[in-house]
């Protein structure tokens, strides 16, 4: 019975965080996207988040994202430079073609900075990448 079950696996959809220019706060943020760099839309898209070490951890933040166009982006969340020490996990599901994806996306801690940006796909930004 397990032989008959098809786990399909994740390609091309991607969790970068950027760190962006805020006009109201004078300042940057640091935001977390998802990035859908199929030839088709992801839909029903549900981002779970939470932040974590050996001796604490974030509550769990939940955000649907709804659809999310062919080689498009979505803003997931703003990321606190505070939470940069701690290991992030991105827990993303998502149906595409009638099929029901799930994959875990993990910043291990200390990784996000700008000495790890990198040009993004689909987006015209450099930022740290999870693949």
Known sequence: MK???EIPVVRNVYIAVVKEWNNEFSGYDWNAYIINDQDIPIEMVLVVTK?????????????????VE?????KIEMLQEELFSMNNEFSVTFFAQGKLYDRKYLFRKNTIHENAFRDLPVIEQRGVLVK
Do not use: F, M, N, V
């Open 70 to 74: 062919a080689k498009s982006t979505a």
């Open 51 to 67: 932040g974590y070490d050996t001796e604490r951890k974030t509550s769990l933040l939940r955000h649907g994202i709804g659809t």
């Open 3 to 5: 032989k008959d079950i």
